[in-house]
């Protein structure tokens, strides 16, 4: 079955340390991988997502992601964390053909310190 | 462009009671989702629509929850009678063909 696993629940950071947060997923077929970011009260917005090509993938707000197929991982990190980061981020899968749903994980809420 | 508006940003109910959400997806966007998103859980789908037909409903608790898609254009999600359980954060997203998911800012529905 199609599954996504965020191992770390809550992580807190001080601001200016780089950030990893780690994604694992299950599928059988090649992946459509994606970050999103959800602050306070507010909806899912794209960070980044992979679809195909260079496994490393740049996004928005300074944040990137790695795709490794060997290890089912698409871990996202960013080199200097401001306190704006902190915030809820969730990785997920894309299942793609007629269905084309996102399958989520349970999320990393990231704290950011001063 | 306009994002997926949705309504009302928050609903709080007794249990038993009956609620609708809103839905309004960007234009032109054929595919509608509903997710449920419960405190300290990802969201979960809970059904899809391809332009005014249903795609997948499997996780959708069919005997309080319904949904329609009139026109392919708006959509409601509708509780009744609704549960403690059923308090979450319920999201709209739409999707043109391909993987360009944009999601709405949410209701959140209390339940007491």
């Known amino acids: 079955a199609q599954s996504v696993t965020q191992p770390d629940i809550h992580i807190t950071v001080s601001e200016g340390a780089s950030l990893e947060l780690r994604c694992n997923y299950s599928?059988?077929?090649?992946?459509?991988l994606f970050w999103y970011v959800q602050s306070p009260g507010q909806g899912l917005q794209l960070l980044l997502k992979?679809?195909?090509?260079?496994?490393l993938v740049q996004g928005i707000k300074g944040f990137e992601a790695e795709f490794k197929r060997s290890q089912s991982s698409f871990n996202l990190r960013k080199p200097s964390v401001h306190w704006s980061d902190a915030a809820e981020y969730f990785c997920a899968v894309g299942t793609g053909g007629a269905t084309n749903k996102l399958i989520f994980g349970t999320g990393t809420l990231l704290a950011v310190q001063p | 462009e306009a994002g997926v508006a949705q309504s009302p940003r928050y609903k709080i109910i007794e249990k038993r009671q009956s609620v609708a959400f809103w839905c309004n997806p960007i234009?032109?966007?054929?595919?509608l989702y509903w997710y449920q998103q419960i405190l300290g859980q990802g969201p979960k789908l809970l059904i899809q629509f391809q332009n005014n037909g249903v795609v997948d409903d499997s996780q959708l608790p069919k005997d309080r929850f319904s949904a329609e898609r009139l026109k392919g254009v708006d959509s409601t999600l509708k509780i009744q009678p609704a549960k403690l359980e059923d308090s979450a954060v319920y999201l709209c997203?739409?999707?043109?063909?391909?993987?360009?998911?944009?999601f709405g800012s949410g209701t959140r529905l209390t339940v007491v």
């Open positions: 599928y059988g077929a090649t992946p459509y």
């Open positions: 992979y679809f195909s090509g260079d496994t």
């Open positions: 234009s032109g966007h054929a595919t």
């Open positions: 997203a739409s999707s043109p063909q391909g993987h360009g998911y944009t």
